[in-house]
């Protein structure tokens, strides 16, 4: 099994204020990818980063991938209310399956 | 718009009974995944197919197996239904390697 760590699990800030959800592993992974879920529905694709070190930026959500492509982070900035909801990064492995970490539940508060 | 479905958002079943979860995607996508999701501990993988009549188990297998006779449909199965399975069942689809994967709403499972 490829373990996904994500950090924190919990996070509760007020409007306007900045944030960064680490996802770390022991493993190398082909790619990893940044999901949001809110309840009652299932996870939707936010980004999908497959090289070492790169960055991608979803207006104020930046993601980036680790050098070594074992660890991603996500910084969110200037978070609002409507980022409220449940963060899962997931990574690939050579077999093609799809591992989940165990999720960054994130409430911004008015 | 790709879309999986699932054929029960809630489903309630008695301790010991079979139990199917159908899933049916429609994007003639290779792969197909089963997760189940518990609070604080994200989605775990029961099963994925990569292929008609292929299957691989995932991290949590036990007491699960899976079908897969038609691409386009993965049936989850709980030969006899415990307490510890009353969870949410996730099912998903992909294309291929690194590829997003397409969500189903879930079904919430309650086994009494």
């Known amino acids: 099994t490829q373990l996904l760590e994500q950090s924190p699990q919990f996070l509760s800030i007020q409007e306007g204020e900045n944030l960064t959800v680490y996802c770390n592993s022991s493993?190398?992974?082909?790619?990893l990818q940044w999901y949001r879920q809110e309840p009652g529905e299932g996870p939707v694709l936010l980004v999908t980063?497959?090289?070492?070190?790169e960055v991608k930026k979803l207006k104020r959500l930046t993601f980036q991938f680790g050098d070594a492509r074992k660890d991603s982070s996500l910084h969110i900035t200037a978070a609002q209310p409507g980022d409220t909801g449940l963060y899962l990064c997931a990574g690939h492995n050579a077999g093609n399956m799809l591992t989940f970490g165990g999720g960054t539940r994130l409430m911004v508060k008015p | 718009d790709v879309k999986v479905t699932q054929s029960s958002r809630y489903l309630v079943k008695r301790t010991g009974e079979k139990v199917f979860l159908e899933c049916v995607q429609d994007?003639?996508?290779?792969?197909m995944f089963w997760y189940r999701q518990d609070p604080g501990l994200g989605l775990r993988l029961i099963y994925f197919s990569y292929d008609v009549k292929m299957k691989e188990k995932g991290d949590i297998p036990e007491g699960y197996s899976v079908s897969r006779e038609k691409k386009e449909r993965f049936s989850l199965i709980l030969e006899s239904a415990s307490t510890n399975q009353t969870s949410m069942y996730l099912c998903a689809s992909s294309l291929g390697r690194d590829s997003e994967a397409f969500f189903g709403q879930g079904t919430r499972l309650t086994v009494v």
């Open positions: 980063v497959v090289t070492g070190g």
């Open positions: 493993s190398v992974f082909s790619s």
């Open positions: 994007m003639d996508h290779e792969n």
